[in-house]
């Protein structure tokens, strides 16, 4: 071993660890890095993550050398990159796709942490810092949206930049703020380039460092939701650990390589995939005289704006108020808290009072708003003995697959035009989506719970 330390800290490797810890960050994020041996294919899509931000930056430092960013030049520069710039179609493709890719690779990941209880305690700080980086990554895809300056970007960013004008007293001016001018405009599109391609990428890169650095100073969940470093050797190594590297980088090569061939497939023969990724109405120059029959936002966003748009007077009379009073009195009779009993009465008297004051545009965007927040206190709402799906009730699996299934509908319905049945089931489906998460502090302690074992269940495969 000696030896060994030795031939670690001469020449070029150990000159630079004597300057930098090279060595040491080596050993704490990777080979020393102990790991849970009974990851499963779930696992694969944090790590695909960081592959497409990778292919994300990489593909966006080379469509700015040609980019333009001036509101008469904007959508010609992308038509010139496209037909004129070698391998620019390409590179531009690459950078379409990949952030739809981005997103349905985050969607699952957050689904996994849903599914083994990955924001449970001692990972909430993860979790807060992974709900941040998806804000951010929101932020970052609506301020790129707007760059092409075809007719949906354009259209979009102004439907999306006026909700905010809903806001009392500071709405109008905020969106004149947010905008830089009274409409979207070149001083909108110069300011928004600024932000996506300097400013937000900074804040997605630090907080990727920030939520590793975080999940390796706790140690990674596992499908089974046990703490693998409570069960050591004498050696002071987890049992039920394996070094991240060279076990599971060469094994998420597999999942990379699985995503690259779909991603190439979508690349090089669907790169529109039916209008989702890519809009048809992208393809026309913006037009500020020429409104589209139907602007909505692109697909990722759209569960939320089908949540925005379910706010109306009648749901908000109907269904809302009595859906909080009823929240109310369940608080009341079954928590032992003060404090919480005084806070839901104070909400739902709040709510109920600003519903027949403020417009119901304004409550759309509070809903939007909120049904991203609320996954911030997921980790204290959860009140469930195990962490994983696994040991749970199977209703509880049941529940959560019904939770996916509602959220794909409500962003089938965000794309949708709007439509009496498409509005109904829009609003059924909000309700859904905040129950389930205002009522887990009760149906996450339901149900008969199976023992967690001591040791992980683990099959070589």
């Not at 924001?119 to 932020?139: N, Q, S, T």
């Not at 019904?402 to 109904?424: C, H, I, R």
Request: hydrophobic share 55%.
């Amino acid at each position: 071993m000696a030896q060994e330390n030795q031939v670690e800290t001469t020449g070029l490797l150990g000159w630079i660890d004597q300057r930098f810890p090279l060595t040491k960050l080596y050993k704490e994020h990777l080979s020393e890095y102990y790991a849970p041996k009974n990851f499963n294919f779930w696992y694969f899509f944090g790590s695909l993550a960081m592959v497409v931000m990778g292919l994300q930056i990489l593909s966006g430092i080379f469509l700015t050398m040609h980019y333009k960013p001036d509101a008469t030049l904007a959508f010609f520069s992308v038509e010139y990159i496209m037909r004129d710039v070698p391998w620019g179609w390409l590179v531009r493709y690459l950078h379409s796709t990949g952030a739809s890719a981005f997103f349905i690779v985050v969607y699952l990941h957050m689904f996994r942490g849903l599914l083994y209880g990955s924001y449970r305690k001692p990972r909430e700080l993860i979790w807060i810092l992974g709900c941040l980086l998806f804000l951010v990554l929101m932020a970052e895809a609506f301020m790129g949206y707007l760059l092409p300056w075809g007719q949906m970007s354009f259209w979009g960013a102004q439907v999306i930049v006026n909700m905010f004008s809903a806001i009392p007293f500071i709405g109008p001016e905020l969106s004149v703020w947010i905008r830089g001018d009274f409409v979207v405009s070149d001083a909108t599109l110069n300011r928004f380039f600024a932000f996506h391609v300097a400013l937000i990428p900074l804040a997605l890169v630090g907080l990727v460092a920030a939520h590793i650095i975080a999940l390796h100073e706790v140690g990674s969940n596992n499908p089974d939701g046990i703490e693998i470093k409570a069960n050591k050797g004498p050696d002071g190594i987890p049992v039920d650990g394996i070094p991240f590297h060279p076990y599971y980088s060469v094994h998420d090569i597999l999942g990379v390589a699985v995503f690259l061939v779909i991603f190439s497939a979508v690349v090089f023969f669907g790169p529109e995939f039916g209008g989702y990724f890519l809009e048809y109405n992208n393809f026309i120059p913006a037009n500020p005289l020429k409104t589209p029959a139907h602007i909505a936002p692109v697909w990722y966003f759209t569960p939320f704006y089908s949540i925005l748009r379910a706010i109306t007077d009648e749901f908000m009379f109907l269904w809302l108020i009595p859906y909080l009073a009823a929240f109310t009195v369940l608080v009341l009779l079954t928590s032992r808290s003060k404090a919480a009993k005084l806070a839901a009465v104070m909400v739902t008297v709040t709510l109920s009072t600003g519903f027949f004051v403020i417009d119901a545009k304004f409550w759309g965007v509070v809903a939007m708003f909120a049904a991203v927040l609320i996954l911030f206190v997921l980790p204290w709402l959860d009140r469930s003995p195990a962490k994983s799906m696994r040991y749970r009730p199977h209703w509880h699996l049941k529940l959560l697959i019904v939770f996916a299934a509602v959220f794909l509908v409500l962003g089938y319905f965000g794309v949708q035009p709007v439509s009496p049945l498409g509005t109904l089931l829009s609003q059924i489906g909000t309700l859904f989506y905040f129950a389930f998460f205002m009522l887990m502090p009760w149906w996450s302690t339901m149900g008969s719970f199976r023992p967690v074992p001591d040791r992980l269940s683990f099959s070589a495969h």
